[in-house]
């Protein structure tokens, strides 16, 4: 349960209610839901980062710390393992996908995609694939953005683009073009200042040190968050998550905002190509 899971407060009370629907027991169906109460209280009391292994973790130290039988921790831990599990198979492990400043700049090329955020989307892809066995009316709608810089009618244009190379990347990829909406929204829906600096504190992949040299230049990162696509799941709501790509090998090109290293962005097309 490595991935990464996020749904609002309402999704996860539908989740809740699957889950205690799987429990035979009505002992232990009200011991299962005093158990998901208590963790959905401790994950909403505050913002946290999208369910995963780390998360669980952090609930099971925060247990042992209230000095909690092990019976009791057992419990509750079999009860939030049985919510993730339903999370996992009523949704998909999604992540938002970054651009380098002012790409695709042409409606006539697929370039745009540097290699980390090409895999990103392989695996959104194989993942959707797998998705649509079970759930067949599924859609992926990809939703574009564009930094505040450039005029408006410009921005619209740029975040309809990065929208469109997504969903050509993920139909080369095998996923039924027939299953994938775009829209771009320019500057719209830009995220701001004290949202970037949460989505840093709450990075999973950082420590601590790495977090105040990531915020040692806020504006220059909250422009290159909002060069993305966000990625929502038709069936249930659920919204990629605004995980940034430190640790990856272009992180740098995705970063700059003046301009892009153009040999790390490649055509999805040719990518495919050296590796067949």
Request: glycine share 4%; charged share 25%.
């Amino acid at each position: 349960m490595g991935e990464l899971i996020k749904y609002e407060l309402g999704q996860w009370e539908r989740l809740k209610s699957l889950a205690l629907d799987s429990v035979t027991s009505p002992h232990s169906k009200r011991a299962y839901e005093s158990a998901l109460n208590h963790f959905l209280s401790w994950y909403h009391s505050e913002s946290r980062p999208p369910v995963s292994k780390a998360v669980v973790n952090s609930y099971k130290a925060q247990l042992e710390r209230a000095h909690l039988s092990a019976s009791t921790i057992n419990v509750r831990l079999a009860a939030v393992r049985r919510l993730v599990s339903e999370a996992a198979d009523n949704g998909l492990a999604l992540n938002s996908v970054y651009f380098p400043t002012d790409v695709p700049r042409s409606i006539k090329t697929s370039k745009g995609l540097v290699l980390s955020q090409q895999t990103t989307l392989t695996s959104v892809a194989d993942a959707f694939k797998k998705y649509l066995e079970y759930h067949p009316d599924a859609h992926l709608i990809l939703i574009g953005h564009a930094d505040k810089r450039g005029e408006s009618g410009y921005n619209k244009a740029l975040s309809e683009r990065r929208a469109e190379v997504a969903r050509d990347f993920l139909i080369a990829q095998g996923v039924p073009a027939d299953h994938l909406e775009t829209e771009g929204r320019g500057e719209d829906q830009n995220l701001t200042d004290d949202q970037v600096t949460q989505l840093v504190d709450q990075n999973p992949e950082l420590a601590e040190a790495e977090r105040r040299k990531a915020l040692e230049k806020p504006y220059t990162l909250v422009l290159a968050n909002n060069r993305r696509v966000d990625i929502t799941l038709s069936t249930t709501g659920q919204e990629s998550s605004h995980q940034y790509p430190f640790k990856a090998e272009d992180f740098a090109t995705l970063v700059n905002r003046n301009g892009i290293n153009k040999e790390s962005v490649q055509m999805a097309a040719e990518k495919q190509k050296i590796e067949n």
